[in-house]
């Protein structure tokens, strides 16, 4: 095996580790603490693949700037270890059957298609330059739409804040 | 064995530098406070350590051996996964963002492996520290809350707090640097400033003294340093997130903080500072000898000092350090080979202590702030200062080309 394969898998191996433990934890805290390991995780398959810049970006938003959010808001809320309800029995039942067969049916998928997947991302879309010319040259109207409505929301999350005062 | 050494080059070279940096770092780090120690004492009119070894110079060793060796009690009620591993993730991250910094100009060849004197030569290394940054947060988090005790999660979450809201201002105080460069490798950044050859007036602080003050400030924030040492306020909070940590895991949380220091004034260096390049301008040739002219003296007056030393171990030990320092600086001016593979170096080093020394220097000078100026000082004066930086900066950059 080369040395890149090996890296895979490991990195895959803790994604998909951290995705289930992310499920089992039964406190919120080592659940946030495993989405983490799988946000790493992913950061290291992009640098793989030779998307540095996604990969960084990656870490800094996901891994530091929003689960730190979501660290922050359980340790003020001192949230306690989940219950479990017969409800949630229920949902195990029914859930782990139905993610059996999305696995399998995403799985086939893959196996029978017969285009051959590109490993790396197309060569134009790799270093930081060549994104940003993309990002505010050609798709610069969708790009502005989009932190547009993202400022929209940032608006309404303080009008709703604001209104209980 | 040359053909195994040469294959796996790739593996080999790493690791070893790794070892040596790791090794030189944290000697540094026990030296520092040492330093800081001596510093503050003096400004507070003190002798500082005193009694192990000549002038306290073995102190850290005795606090290294006394870290090791003292009782690690568990506190009761722990979450014991996040409690352990609250300071090993403080310390690899601190450990690892040193790992992409550039220490020095040169590219050597070992075994057919080209490197440099870094760890790791990345094309986005500004934006690797930034990743390592915005999750070094989580340890500080992590051990206040898993301690279990009202002023280690008080103080995990100031330190949390204040961590986010400071790392904005810290990103965006660095993006003018980058826009004069126009790339994100910190070796680019440094070598474009030495492009004129002029010294000092060609480095990234005079068109960026504003993205300076504002990086510098937001840097010792993130640092948990006086001024904004709120976290481990020790009159309100005992000592804030590690509290209730003892031994080797409260050492550790120590030398992440002074490593973080270093790696602070390294980055403050390399970005404002033209890094490895020297002050003066390239024609000033004479000035190579600097090095020398400052170790020979000093390791002369160290001689000095030892001889008439108050007990006889200093009387010993101080004359041969000091007359090692002069041989140094005798064999630099003998053999211009090696001084002139150390300047980059040299200087590096001079820029990173001088920015260590501020940082002490404020410690021994500076108040601490309020919970609430702390909040409206990022908030209200370092973001909008650092988002009008970016703005000023991008329009000269426009202006001057059309």
């Known amino acids: 095996m080369t040395a890149p394969l090996v890296i895979f898998f490991v990195l895959a191996a803790v994604a998909v580790f951290g995705a289930i433990s992310l499920i089992v934890q039964k406190h919120p805290i080592h659940s946030a603490l495993s989405l983490i390991l799988v946000m790493v995780a992913l950061a290291g398959l992009y640098l793989l693949m030779g998307a540095e810049f996604v990969?960084?970006?990656?870490?800094?938003?996901?891994?530091?700037?929003?689960?730190?959010?979501?660290?922050?808001?359980?340790?003020?809320?001192?949230?306690?270890?989940?219950?479990?309800?017969?409800?949630?029995?229920?949902?195990?039942?029914?859930g782990v059957p139905l993610a059996v067969a999305m696995t399998g049916l995403i799985a086939a998928a893959i196996v029978g298609s017969n285009t051959a997947m590109p490993a790396r991302a197309p060569e134009t879309l790799t270093s930081t330059r060549q994104l940003s010319t993309l990002l505010f040259q050609e798709f610069v109207y969708p790009f502005e739409l989009t932190s547009f409505l993202i400022l929209v929301a940032i608006l309404g999350a303080i009008v709703l804040a604001q209104r209980e005062n | 064995m040359n053909e195994f050494l040469t294959h796996y080059a790739f593996l080999i070279i790493p690791i070893v530098k790794i070892a040596i940096l790791v090794f030189i770092v944290l000697t540094v780090d026990a030296y520092l406070?040492?330093?800081?120690?001596?510093?503050?004492?003096?400004?507070?009119?003190?002798?500082?350590?005193?009694?192990?070894?000549?002038?306290?110079l073995l102190q850290p060793l005795a606090d290294g051996v006394k870290f090791i060796f003292k009782e690690d009690p568990l506190p009761a009620n722990v979450d014991k996964v996040a409690y352990f591993l609250a300071p090993f993730i403080t310390l690899m991250l601190a450990l690892t963002s040193l790992s992409v910094i550039p220490f020095g100009p040169q590219h050597f060849t070992v075994f057919g492996y080209?490197?440099?004197?870094?760890?790791?030569?990345?094309?986005?290394?500004?934006?690797?520290?930034?990743?390592?940054?915005?999750?070094?947060?989580?340890?500080?988090?992590?051990?206040?809350?898993?301690s279990n005790s009202k002023y280690s999660l008080l103080g995990g979450l100031r330190s949390s707090a204040q961590m986010v809201s400071y790392e904005l201002a810290l990103t965006l105080s660095v993006v003018g640097v980058l826009l004069i460069a126009g790339d994100f490798s910190l070796r680019t950044i440094v070598v474009q400033q030495g492009v004129k050859g002029n010294g000092l007036l060609s480095w990234n602080?005079?068109?960026?003294?504003?993205?300076?003050?504002?990086?510098?400030?937001?840097?010792?924030?993130?640092?948990?340093r006086v001024p904004f040492d709120l976290p481990e306020a020790e009159s309100e909070l005992v000592a804030g997130f590690h509290t209730e940590y003892?031994?080797?895991?409260?050492?550790?949380?120590?030398i992440a903080e002074y490593t973080s220091m270093i790696t602070v004034s390294c980055l403050a260096t390399i970005l404002f500072f033209g890094g490895w390049l020297s002050p003066f301008p390239a024609s000033w040739t004479f000035t190579q000898y600097l090095p020398s002219v400052l170790l020979i003296p000093f390791g002369l007056w160290v001689i000095f000092d030892g001889i008439r030393y108050e007990n006889m171990f200093g009387r010993m030990v101080l004359p041969v350090v000091g007359a090692v320092m002069a041989a140094i600086g005798f064999g630099l001016i003998v053999f211009p080979v090696v001084n002139d593979a150390i300047q980059g170096i040299f200087w590096f080093?001079?820029?990173?202590?001088?920015?260590?020394?501020?940082?002490?220097?404020?410690?021994?000078?500076?108040?601490?702030?309020?919970?609430?100026?702390l909040m409206s000082f990022g908030w209200k004066f370092l973001l909008p200062v650092s988002i009008a930086n970016v703005v000023l900066t991008s329009v000269v950059i426009l202006w001057r080309m059309h």
């Open chain 2, 205 to 224: 602080i005079f068109p960026q003294i504003i993205g300076f003050i504002c990086f510098f400030i937001a840097a010792i924030a993130e640092t948990n």
């Open chain 1, 55 to 94: 990969a960084a970006v990656q870490i800094i938003v996901y891994g530091g700037a929003i689960m730190v959010l979501f660290i922050f808001v359980i340790m003020l809320l001192n949230a306690g270890e989940e219950e479990r309800t017969n409800l949630s029995k229920l949902a195990m039942y029914a």
């Open chain 2, 114 to 146: 080209e490197t440099g004197i870094s760890i790791a030569e990345v094309n986005i290394s500004l934006l690797v520290l930034f990743a390592i940054t915005a999750l070094s947060v989580y340890g500080v988090a992590l051990a206040g809350w898993a």
């Open chain 2, 33 to 56: 406070t040492w330093i800081e120690r001596k510093v503050i004492a003096h400004i507070q009119a003190r002798w500082g350590p005193h009694r192990v070894g000549p002038h306290g």
């Open chain 2, 349 to 373: 080093l001079a820029k990173v202590f001088t920015f260590l020394f501020v940082y002490i220097w404020m410690r021994g000078t500076l108040p601490r702030f309020r919970y609430d100026q």
């Open chain 2, 246 to 254: 003892a031994s080797m895991k409260f050492a550790m949380f120590f």
